[in-house]
């Protein structure tokens, strides 16, 4: 455990399950203290944790995709400094379907839990991040134009697309600050959204997704990565 004058500290939000809890783990192993969120039936892992790391990780709920909950965070944090702010929340529609056919309410869902869910958490939570710090959202490869040339998960797609623009759109607003903005792409993991078939391990993306973001820490303005540190083209 670090000293604590100098422990850093990490807010996660989305952090219930699959990658999101991945980095929960590895934020401690790395001495950091950690705030995780999830939704408030989905916690009870995360609060299996704390008797293992001596009171380093606290455990908050929120749906990101109630505005009210998100301002009831707020006000509950809103006298804490953190180090790195990262939003990890992503869900996605049947992998078989088109924008041909899928329902209006199914691409409502994956695009309020995928892009603006997750960009109403970075506007609201902005102000706890040090003004040398990190401002992160888990977005995709697949959330490239330039790299969609098969035409697949088009909905899942587009919702990343839409992410990133909309961070972009932010880091335009906030142009000349010196905090770090990051599209972190983890690579296709097997987790529950990523499926059984997918290329990586957990321990083989989120180790190495940690330790980009901490190699582009303090370098401002936004960065579209994936978790080997190379750059995504838009």
């Known amino acids: 455990m670090q000293d604590a004058s100098t422990q850093k500290t990490v807010l996660l939000v989305g952090a219930s399950r699959g990658l999101g809890f991945a980095m929960v783990e590895e934020y401690?192993?790395?001495?950091?203290?950690?705030?995780?969120?999830?939704?408030?039936?989905?916690?009870?892992?995360?609060?299996?944790?704390?008797?293992?790391t001596q009171g380093a990780l606290e455990v908050e709920a929120v749906d990101i995709t109630v505005p009210e909950q998100v301002a009831a965070l707020h006000g509950r944090l809103k006298d804490r400094q953190v180090?790195?702010?990262?939003?990890?929340?992503?869900?996605?529609?049947?992998?078989?379907?088109?924008?041909?056919?899928?329902s209006t309410e199914e691409f409502v869902r994956v695009m309020v839990t995928n892009a603006l869910s997750p960009m109403r958490v970075i506007e609201a939570f902005q102000d706890l991040v040090r003004p040398d710090g990190t401002l992160g959202v888990m977005s995709s490869g697949q959330g490239s134009l330039t790299n969609n040339t098969n035409g697949n998960y088009e909905v899942y797609r587009s919702s990343k697309a839409a992410l990133n623009m909309?961070?972009?759109?932010?880091?335009?607003?906030?142009?000349?600050?010196?905090?770090?903005?990051l599209l972190m792409a983890p690579g296709w993991?097997?987790?529950?959204?990523?499926?059984p078939d997918a290329r990586l391990s957990i321990e083989e993306?989120?180790?190495?997704?940690?330790?980009?973001?901490?190699?582009y820490a303090g370098r401002a303005g936004l960065h579209y990565l994936d978790y080997l540190g190379r750059v995504v083209p838009w």
């Open 166 to 181: 909309l961070m972009r759109s932010f880091a335009a607003r906030h142009q000349g600050e010196p905090k770090t903005l």
């Open 189 to 195: 993991v097997r987790t529950e959204t990523g499926g």
């Open 205 to 215: 993306s989120i180790p190495n997704l940690l330790d980009t973001m901490e190699a």
């Open 83 to 102: 180090d790195v702010l990262f939003v990890n929340a992503g869900v996605k529609n049947d992998d078989g379907e088109t924008i041909a056919d899928v």
């Open 28 to 52: 401690l192993k790395r001495g950091w203290r950690v705030i995780a969120t999830g939704r408030v039936h989905s916690v009870d892992r995360l609060r299996q944790l704390p008797a293992s």
